[in-house]
């Protein structure tokens, strides 16, 4: 709540009806439909079907879109952060990384605050409760609880249809063959009411753009990478500055000798790599869409690192400057060339010089003193 309050009166929000680019234009033409301001539905896909966050902020009192927003955003701000502790403590991280977790994913400019009081009128909040819902119901085995939670899902953000369909083919296929038939069958159930939800709302909510769908903007997506390769770059500064040290601290130590799988692993891994690809090939916004999927990946990074008390002192030096905890997300409606700088997907080529320094830097550091230690010590 205090993180709330101090961003909102800190960060002042886009104006986005300047640079039609900004997804809050389409979330705003959803919202006038809901709120009865407009008589027709002409929301381009994919946010055509993202119709939960615009229907719940249509129905609050505050008579602001920005206003009635931001209340959507401060609830799901909250209603995160018990998850966050129920799920990491089934992970098996201790009280120190489940602090360090959820400070990282709170306040990072990116994370569930900032860069979410700049761009209020987003859909995004949302998902890390959603998706630390979903961890908890496959770490726990709660299938009942995820069937009936998948529909509210989807509408949220349709995103998960492709998460269910990954968990599907592995580990579903892998518990399948190891005789644990329940946990597939649910995951494809799953899939299969989640994607009936997207047909019945693609059917009563149909996009404004005909012919668009997940598929032909993975191909154009996919077609601009190929054409452009110095993208690659810029993806992998992106990430670094999603997941500063904790993302090549953990690359460092991973071992590529055959070892048990936990439980939480065989889940979390697949999850993390499909927001990896997401990142990469679903959009432009390679650093909010790899962030998205911190849920998932922070779990598995920090549950993979056993690290001293001096290393996380380390970890969290070279890290905590892709926070970007001091400073206003510039307004990219009004000022879009300086919006650009705080993003390495988009930044000229004088600030991407500086990300890659950092990026350089930080894999150096990682590789040099963040090695995974059997010590006593170890913070683990």
């Not at 201790?94 to 400019?109: D, L, P, Q």
């Not at 726990?140 to 949220?156: C, D, N, S, V």
């Not at 950092?358 to 010590?377: C, E, F, H, I």
């Amino acid at each position: 709540m205090g993180g709330f309050v101090l961003f909102n009166g800190l960060q002042p929000p886009l104006q986005h009806h300047f640079n039609l680019l900004f997804d809050a234009n389409q979330y705003e033409k959803a919202y006038g439909y809901f709120s009865g301001k407009t008589e027709y539905y002409r929301v381009n896909y994919p946010f055509s079907v993202r119709i939960l966050v615009p229907w719940l902020a249509a129905h609050l009192p505050f008579g602001d879109i920005t206003e009635n927003f931001k209340a959507v955003n401060l609830l799901f701000s909250l209603a995160w952060v018990p998850l966050w502790f129920l799920v990491s403590k089934k992970v098996g991280l201790n009280r120190i990384k489940t602090w360090v977790g959820w400070f990282w994913i709170t306040f990072h400019w990116v994370g569930v605050l900032k860069g979410n009081l700049s761009d209020p009128i987003t859909v995004d909040v949302p998902i890390y409760f959603f998706q630390l819902f979903l961890a908890y119901c496959l770490i726990a085995r709660k299938w009942g609880f995820l069937l009936l939670a998948t529909p509210l899902m989807t509408i949220q953000k349709e995103s998960l249809l492709p998460l269910l369909l990954v968990l599907a083919i592995y580990p579903g296929i892998s518990l399948w063959r190891r005789h644990d038939k329940k946990a597939p069958i649910a995951i494809l159930a799953a899939f299969l009411i989640s994607l009936l939800t997207l047909k019945i709302t693609g059917h009563y909510f149909p996009p404004a753009n005909v012919g668009k769908n997940g598929a032909v903007n993975l191909f154009y997506n996919t077609l601009g990478l190929l054409g452009h390769p110095d993208l690659f770059f810029r993806w992998v500064c992106a990430i670094t500055l999603a997941y500063g040290g904790f993302l090549w601290a953990s690359i460092r130590n991973y071992s590529f000798r055959p070892s048990p799988i936990l439980s939480h692993q065989q889940w979390m891994v697949p999850l993390a790599l499909t927001y990896a690809f997401f990142s990469l090939f679903a959009g432009g916004d390679f650093t909010r869409i790899a962030f998205l999927g911190s849920p998932f990946v922070m779990l598995l990074l920090l549950r993979n690192l056993e690290l001293t008390a001096l290393q996380m002192g380390i970890l969290l030096a070279i890290s905590v400057p892709a926070m970007r905890l001091l400073g206003s997300i510039p307004d990219g409606g009004t000022d879009f060339e300086t919006w650009t700088t705080w993003y390495p997907e988009y930044a000229p080529w004088n600030w991407l010089v500086i990300y890659c320094c950092y990026t350089v830097t930080v894999v150096l550091a990682s590789w040099r003193w963040l090695k995974n230690t059997a010590s006593d010590q170890k913070i683990n």
